[in-house]
């Protein structure tokens, strides 16, 4: 029962509705009482022949007035109770979206998705069924167990009673054992859901990637071996859970067995009438539902317990990043300093980051460049606090950016990611996605500025047309376009785009940094590239290899400079001229 103790401020928060929906529900069990009552009387007046048509009607009535109580009864009970269930999963499901809102990326390296939806759905699920059919079951077990327990005792015989419930010591004993089975199976089984989950998340994702190279087939295996995985954990635990019926259905055997034979012995020494015993033999019958609901409430705990497990592990991560206390909500301007020591990403030894110091003045630009896996990337998410572990210090304006809430610092950025998402709505959506109220007129004029409008007005529906799935229907320049639209749309201070323009064509390219120039003067911008005809126009541009800064300068600076930019810079130069078709006599 302990996940009823960890539900307990549920309950208390719910506990008006499950008052009055257990409130019914004893009144109904009250009401089954009563059929079996008068199936005794009655048969015991027909057996005296003193039955009359008036005691026949009235008896009649009763019932009916009975069913119908209890119809409006169920009703009712089951809006509460099943009603109350459903706000549980509700307020569960959001707990974990804004849990999971806030964690870095490292935690999302740790949990792949397909496991994060099975704990958002599967897991949920079966913690509803512990506050709805659970409740239900345990409530309605105990109510009905005992109420038709004393019933039989104080009405009928007591002794009877006791015999009745000689065998019920070993369904308890039964229970218990093979509920501590089920919730380790339940575990293995709810674990082996999420990989499979996980696995057809994967899969559609990246089905074209499958069929380019033909792989299909050995997907499909892939796959088939999973759900046989997932069948083979399951079929165990319906083995355990398939035992719980049998065990029920002997052990009210036996009760029947010796109700009817201690019964009747009782009839013929003259202590009950036949009528009483048929009324307990009645009553015995709605134990049964008890008995069956006490089986199938160690069902739904067990695989509760097991799920709540699973998602307070989910939700006990602590927040790598968060607001210290007295941080600033506003939006920071000014000069960016960069003072790193050393960052080294949780869970590895080698530093990625060692000695990163520069100034970014405000209204600049800072070109970053440098070998593929030199740390670029990495030195912008932790401009972003997207990690907050490092030894040095960054500063926005002259004050740490710890200083700012982490939502007033990155409201103040626009960040153009090297895997541009797009959602599975319009262009115009896509673009205007951090203020939808934006006019069209916004929309436009931050698509010329990046070259995309003419793309979009021939596209069938413009500015209506649905990207698809991660924009899924557009080509990578597109994509990269729309991405870097929507992070200008909200004139952000700062703007960092990370290889961001490596699907555009160089003529492209320029016109779209001719664009930033001009219409962005006053704010400052920091790219990333491989291309270094990108950062040319910097004010700063920095080199880095093994995360450290190699060379520092303006283009000319590093060119002069003849290191690893310059020969970069020259290559570049050289492919380009080749591409075009040029004469390369002259490249030198």
Not at 40 to 63: C, E, F, P, R
Not at 506 to 529: C, G, H, M, V, Y
Request: contains cysteine; proline residues 3%; glycine residues 8%.
């Amino acid at each position: 029962m302990k996940i009823y103790k960890e539900l307990g401020w549920f309950f208390k928060e719910q506990r008006k509705s499950y008052i009055i929906g257990v409130s019914l529900l004893f009144m109904i069990t009250l009401l089954q009482l009563v059929p079996p009552k008068i199936l005794g009387l009655t048969v015991d007046a027909v057996s005296k022949d003193s039955l009359t048509k008036n005691h026949l009607y009235m008896w009649m009535g009763i019932l009916l007035g009975a069913a119908v109580v209890a119809y409006v009864g169920r009703y009712f009970w089951r809006m509460l109770i099943f009603g109350s269930d459903n706000r549980l999963q509700r307020q569960l499901r959001l707990r974990l979206f804004e849990h999971l809102s806030k964690m870095s990326p490292f935690f999302f390296q740790r949990y792949r998705t397909g496991d994060l939806m099975a704990h958002a759905t599967n897991d949920i699920s079966a913690i509803q069924q512990v506050a709805g059919f659970g409740v239900l079951t345990l409530c309605d077990s105990i109510l009905t167990g005992s109420t038709v327990i004393a019933t039989m005792a104080i009405t009928i015989d007591w002794r009877l009673t006791l015999i009745a419930l000689l065998p019920m010591p070993l369904m308890v004993w039964g229970s218990s054992v093979l509920g501590r089975k089920l919730h380790d199976r339940f575990h293995s089984a709810q674990a082996e859901f999420s990989k499979l989950n996980d696995k057809t998340q994967e899969s559609l994702s990246g089905i074209k990637v499958t069929k380019t190279f033909g792989q299909e087939q050995e997907d499909i295996e892939d796959f088939r071996r999973q759900t046989e995985e997932v069948v083979g954990v399951n079929v165990k635990v319906a083995k355990l859970d398939a035992m719980f019926d049998p065990m029920i259905s002997i052990i009210v055997s036996v009760s029947f067995i010796l109700s009817l034979a201690f019964g009747a012995k009782f009839v013929m020494e003259g202590t009950l009438t036949i009528g009483q015993v048929i009324a307990f033999v009645n009553y015995l019958f709605l134990l049964i539902w008890p008995m069956l609901a006490f089986g199938f409430l160690f069902n739904v705990i067990q695989r509760g317990n097991a799920s709540y497990d699973r998602l307070n592990k989910l939700l006990s991560e602590p927040e790598d990043v968060k607001d210290d206390f007295g941080a600033i909500n506003v939006l920071p301007r000014g000069d960016i300093d960069f003072a790193l020591e050393v960052f080294t990403y949780p869970d590895e030894k080698a530093p990625v980051l060692q000695d990163i110091v520069f100034q970014l003045k405000s209204g600049g630009t800072l070109g970053i460049v440098g070998r593929t896996g030199s740390g670029k990337t990495t030195l912008l998410k932790l401009l972003m606090r997207e990690y907050d572990d490092y030894k040095g210090s960054i500063l926005f304006n002259g004050k740490p950016i710890q200083n700012y809430t982490v939502r007033g610092l990155r409201n103040a950025i626009g960040y153009v990611p090297q895997d541009q998402f797009l959602f599975s709505t319009t262009v115009r959506e896509n673009i205007r996605f951090g203020n939808p109220e934006l006019s069209q007129a916004d929309v436009e004029q931050v698509a010329e500025m990046v070259s995309v409008h003419e793309d979009i007005t021939e596209f069938t529906d413009g500015y209506d047309t649905v990207v698809g799935e991660r924009g899924v229907s557009l080509s990578g320049g597109q994509k990269q376009r729309l991405a870097i639209a929507r992070a200008l749309i909200m004139n952000p201070e700062l703007l960092i785009l990370d290889d961001a323009l490596s699907a555009v064509d160089a003529k492209t390219e320029e016109k779209i940094l001719q664009n930033l120039k001009s219409n962005r003067t006053d704010k400052t911008t920091i790219i990333s590239a491989h291309r270094l005809s990108s950062v040319e126009h910097a004010n700063l541009i920095i080199v880095i290899d093994k995360g450290r800064i190699v060379e520092r300068g303006t283009h000319a600076e590093l060119v002069a400079l003849d290191g690893w930019y310059a020969e970069m810079f020259r290559n570049q130069q050289l492919e380009e001229l080749i591409e075009g078709g040029g004469d390369t006599n002259g490249a030198e």
